[in-house]
């Protein structure tokens, strides 16, 4: 890991810790604003680190072109990446809030979507698995 990205994961992490002692801190004396204050740690975490997503996005781009990835498969992997990341911090604020059944539920739909989503890539692979049978 290079030392600026190490550097990186060290602030986030500082800056996640020192929301968390706060958010604790907070609880014992006004328990309302204990969940905004971890809410908006974590939307400053998210945005600190978003600039990193056209990075990853320009490398998942140069493997799909280098694997002759068809583009309307790679905006589906794509999309299903962010769907499951954004499904993911969505359950975790519900289970944040004490809402774990709607948690459950909120991965359940995220899952059932990704599989709907993913449905081409598989009718691909099949297809073309199919074509290599005699």
């Known amino acids: 890991m290079s030392q600026g990205v190490a550097r990186e994961a060290l602030r986030l992490v500082g800056l996640g810790l020192v ?3 706060m ?3 907070v609880r014992t004396t006004r328990p309302e604003l204990a969940l905004p204050l971890s809410l908006a740690g974590g939307v ?3 945005l ?3 600039q ?3 990075g990853v996005v320009g490398v998942l781009t140069g ?3 280098q694997a002759h990835l068809s ?3 790679l905006g589906i992997i794509l999309k299903v990446i962010a769907v499951s990341y954004l499904v993911g ?3 975790q604020i519900c289970r944040d809030a004490g809402e774990r059944a709607l948690a459950d539920k909120m991965e359940l739909a995220g899952r059932i979507l990704i599989l709907a989503m993913a449905l081409p890539i598989m009718v691909a692979v099949v297809d073309t698995v199919a074509g290599m049978l005699p």
């Open 44 to 46: 400053v975490l998210l």
């Open 63 to 65: 493997l799909a072109n």
């Open 89 to 91: 911090l969505g359950a």
């Open 52 to 54: 990193r997503l056209a």
């Open 48 to 50: 600190l680190v978003v």
């Open 23 to 25: 958010a604790v801190t």
């Open 19 to 21: 929301v968390a002692v």
């Open 71 to 73: 583009a309307p498969y």
